[in-house]
């Protein structure tokens, strides 16, 4: 089993390193590791965030451990050019238009919660986002209007296959867990998000022991800091669902705790935590890890077959978290690397 190490920029290096020093210790028969540049770092060394090279090394692996991207120093680039680019292209190459973001709270982290303890305790759910299409792919660009204003513009649209696809993920994802899905959307004022309500209603008939409904992304958002818990699946589009997520790793403690899968259609995925580089934090030594690691248990789980690694891992990221370790953006004042420490200590 090959796995794909792409650390990129910011943060991204410094919790890879704790997530791979915590699949090493695993010891797991027949993994290699292959590393290589990606986002800001890749442009700076090469010309290009999302070389070749990259792209082959991710299409050739069994998996894709992934930090994050984003550079300070590059947000004047050509578009195209721009650190970003590289985890669009390779969520759109690798055809990974499935993205499941678990956001389930540990009894430990109650206090680090942006709600109180009692609301924040209740939450337990997977975020299933769209990962290729939306506002993120359509058509875009700047013009002049005829009054030599100038104007920017994102086409958002979704099509119908495009919206069944993720829907059965959704459906499927709560078929697992406790037959509910909320489904999320913009339908009172989108063209878009009426074919989605519209598909997803479709879908449902596949799915007749799940429990759907609706709601609009204003109300979600709000939902989410009024009673996370009454949520078990939500099912949304790209623009949503990155907005929802990163509100709901706050009702969970830190954005350093949410990890992520990013799948196609055969398992093969992309992992990665929701966060981004940080740059007002790296090099610090201040960077979460456990949302990499996570994503390092999602990635035995779903692409490499080894749910009981998988189990060990979060078992030991709640075993490290019970000790008492806490990063400052949990509050307390522990590094990176010994958060990682912790968690390679309570590995069983
Ligand atoms: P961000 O997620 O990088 O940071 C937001 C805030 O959360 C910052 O204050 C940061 O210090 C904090 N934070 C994030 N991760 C943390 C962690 N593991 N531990 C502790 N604190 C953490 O979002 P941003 O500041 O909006 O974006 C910074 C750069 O990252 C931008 O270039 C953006 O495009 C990029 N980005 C990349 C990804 C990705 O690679 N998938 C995701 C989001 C943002
Ligand atoms: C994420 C990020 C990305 C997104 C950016 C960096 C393109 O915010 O992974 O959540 O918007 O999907
Ligand atoms: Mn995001």
């Not at 797991?28 to 890749?42: D, M, Q, R, S, T």
């Not at 947000?75 to 990974?96: M, N, S, T």
Request: charge should be negative.
């Amino acid at each position: 089993m090959l796995i794909a190490l792409l650390p990129g920029d910011g943060i991204g290096p410094e919790v890879i390193a704790e997530a791979r020093r915590v699949l090493e210790a695993l010891a797991l028969p027949g993994i290699i590791f292959e590393e290589a540049p990606v986002g800001g770092a890749a442009y700076k060394a090469s010309g290009h965030p999302l070389p070749q090279a990259t792209l082959d090394l991710a299409k050739r692996a069994d998996a894709i451990l992934f930090g994050a991207v984003g550079d300070p120093d590059c947000d004047a680039l050509e578009r195209h050019l721009r650190p970003e680019q590289a985890i669009l292209g390779l969520r759109k190459e690798l055809e990974l238009f499935a993205n499941l973001r678990p956001a389930t709270l540990f009894p430990e982290l109650a206090d680090a919660s942006a709600l109180r303890p009692e609301v924040a305790r209740q939450i337990d759910m997977v975020i299933v986002r769209e990962l290729n299409g939306d506002v993120y792919f359509g058509e875009k660009g700047m013009r002049q209007t005829v009054d030599g204003k100038r104007e920017g513009y994102d086409i958002m649209s979704y099509n119908e296959d495009e919206v069944r696809r993720i829907a059965r993920v959704g459906f499927e994802t709560a078929m697992a867990r406790s037959k509910k899905l909320c489904s999320v959307d913009k339908a009172n004022v989108l063209e878009t998000s009426q074919l989605w309500r519209d598909v997803v209603i479709e879908t449902a008939q596949e799915f007749p022991e799940v429990e759907l409904s609706h709601m609009y992304v204003d109300n979600a958002a709000m939902q989410l800091v009024r009673n996370p818990g009454q949520f078990d699946v939500i099912v949304t589009g790209n623009l949503f669902g990155d907005i929802l997520s990163d509100q709901a790793s706050m009702c969970v403690g830190s954005i350093g705790m949410l990890p992520s899968a990013s799948l196609d259609s055969n398992q093969k995925g992309l992992y990665e935590p929701i966060h981004g580089s940080a740059p007002d934090i790296a090099g610090q030594g201040k960077a979460n890890p456990l949302a990499t690691i996570l994503s390092a248990a999602m990635m035995l789980r779903y692409s490499l077959g080894q749910a009981e690694a998988a189990d060990r891992i979060e078992a030991a990221v709640a075993a490290a978290l019970a000790a008492g370790v806490r990063s400052p953006d949990l509050g307390g004042s522990h590094s990176t690397r010994e958060m990682g420490d912790a968690v390679l200590a309570a590995l069983t």
